[in-house]
């Protein structure tokens, strides 16, 4: 059985550092996913086929992204039920929130089959990969389901100090679907749909182990509905009120870019090829800076629940300080091998020079995205998701929106899209430096809920 991490005793910056390796790896793995894909279809079926997953990735982020913000609300609220040390709301709360996921999910993915030519529109793709890109999407759509509980479940064990049976499962099941891409495109040619139906597979196989995983450290399954019904609706409406901001911040956030793609739709299928290589290898060095936003809510979480104010204060110094290292020797090296990373993925000319154009413009700055992520994790751990979310709504939403709107007209260049990412990592970071600066000196500060 995997470690548990207690942030509330102990030496906390080895712990932060155990903590966040695990979810360093699922975020590689989790990203692996979508750009297994990527280099499958775009060396073995060719680049409209890679510009159409391209498309999707952002298309299924949306819905996906709003239970991954959710997780965060699952994080806090089991988080503090473990501070503080109350293995009966601890165990209530984990199987209640498990459940209420999986109906949910279902919801969703039902609603993303019958919506799936609405949100390729939405994007304006090409004629040339439309076709491909409803193929690819409404078969990822259909198992939304087993993406939603698996991030969900992730959430309950990384709450409770365990980050590393999540990466654990990801790296199994990430394995499996490099095997059934290869195996459904390479040998029955089933194009965009044999990735699709891989990654479905996957996902399947990686809810029902971390099921029996939750299930044997819960002492009982973890689905119960009879529960949710006799017992749910405080945990559940804490759940809401914690993790409905961080899921529709990222779900509109996502929804923004769908707003980028009909810029990019501008121009040619290889710029979109190219911005699209750019955008996999920006999640993938985008990772530490994520890892650690985590880790400071669960951090600052666990230890409000066991009151333990300054040591909450230590665990946000260090994590500032693992983050920026971190950032920067990836910088380094993927700079260094900027070239090599784009050609991964395809091997036109012409896409792997707008791609590392792109990487290039946006990399130096990666300091704002972790600062930003870090404070992020400060104000979710102390319970202030609201007003946290409607900053990051305005500067990643409106600010982006108003700068490609201002710029295309002037200038419609591609230059335009790379230089987007950048300005609103810094104007949302300012923006919700301010707010922390204001709160932190409120009396209520150190309380569990933000103030209505």
């Known amino acids: 059985m995997a470690r548990q991490i207690d942030f ?6 080895k712990q932060l550092i155990l903590f966040s390796l695990p979810l360093v790896m699922g975020e590689l793995l989790q990203n ?3 750009s297994v894909d990527a280099m499958v279809v775009g060396n073995f079926v060719g680049d409209t086929a890679l510009a159409a997953v391209s498309v999707c990735e952002t298309l299924s982020n949306l819905l996906v992204g709003f239970f991954n913000g959710m997780s965060v609300g699952v994080i806090i609220m089991v988080s503090r039920a473990f501070g503080r040390k109350q293995e009966e709301q601890l165990r209530r709360g984990i199987r209640v929130t498990f459940t209420f996921s999986a109906i949910l999910g279902v919801v969703l993915s039902i609603l993303g089959i019958f919506c799936t030519e609405f949100l390729i529109q939405l994007s304006e793709v090409p004629e040339n990969t439309y076709a ?40 199994f099941t990430c394995c499996i ?3 059934l891409d290869i195996f459904l495109v390479v040998v029955f040619q089933l194009g965009v749909a044999g990735v699709s139906i891989a990654t479905v597979i996957a996902q399947f196989i ?12 819960n002492g009982v399954g973890c689905f119960s509905v009879r529960e949710v019904v006799q017992y749910g609706k405080e945990p559940i409406l804490e759940l809401l009120n914690l993790g409905i901001p961080s899921g529709l911040q990222n779900s509109l956030i996502t929804f923004s870019n769908l707003f980028i793609w009909r810029y990019i739709n501008q121009f040619d299928y290889v710029a979109t090829a190219g911005i699209g290589i750019a955008q996999r290898l920006d999640k993938f060095i985008s990772m530490p800076c994520k890892a650690f936003g985590t880790t400071v809510t669960t951090c600052v979480s666990q230890n409000i629940g066991a009151k333990n104010y300054e040591r909450a204060r230590v665990g946000v110094r260090s994590c500032l300080i693992l983050s920026v290292s971190m950032i920067a020797v990836l910088e380094v090296l993927v700079l260094t091998f900027n070239r090599q990373c784009v050609s991964l993925f395809n091997d036109n000319p012409e896409v792997i020079e707008i791609g590392m154009a792109m990487v290039r413009t946006i990399l ?9 992520e870090i404070l992020y994790g400060i104000l979710r751990g102390h319970g202030y998701t609201k007003v946290t979310t409607v900053l ?15 710029s295309m007209a002037i200038e419609p260049v591609i230059t335009n899209i790379y230089w987007c990412y950048p300005v609103v990592w810094g104007s949302t ?20 809920a933000e103030p209505a």
């Open 8 to 13: 509330t005793r102990g030496k906390l910056t």
């Open 32 to 34: 692996l996913y979508n």
């Open 132 to 171: 491909e890109a409803v193929t690819y999407l409404r078969i990822y759509l259909a198992g939304l389901m087993f993406t939603v509980v698996y991030n969900i479940s992730a959430g309950i064990l990384r709450a409770t100090g365990d980050s590393t049976t999540p990466v654990l499962t990801l790296l």
């Open 177 to 179: 679907n490099i095997v």
């Open 206 to 217: 990686s809810v029902s182990i971390m099921y029996r995983i939750i299930s044997r450290k």
């Open 364 to 372: 130096p700055l990666y300091i704002l995205f972790a600062l930003r």
């Open 392 to 406: 990051s709504i305005v500067g990643m939403v409106g600010i982006r929106q108003l700068f490609l709107a201002i």
């Open 429 to 448: 970071m300012l923006l919700i430096y301010v707010y922390y600066r204001i709160v932190r000196h409120r009396p209520n500060w150190e309380a569990e």
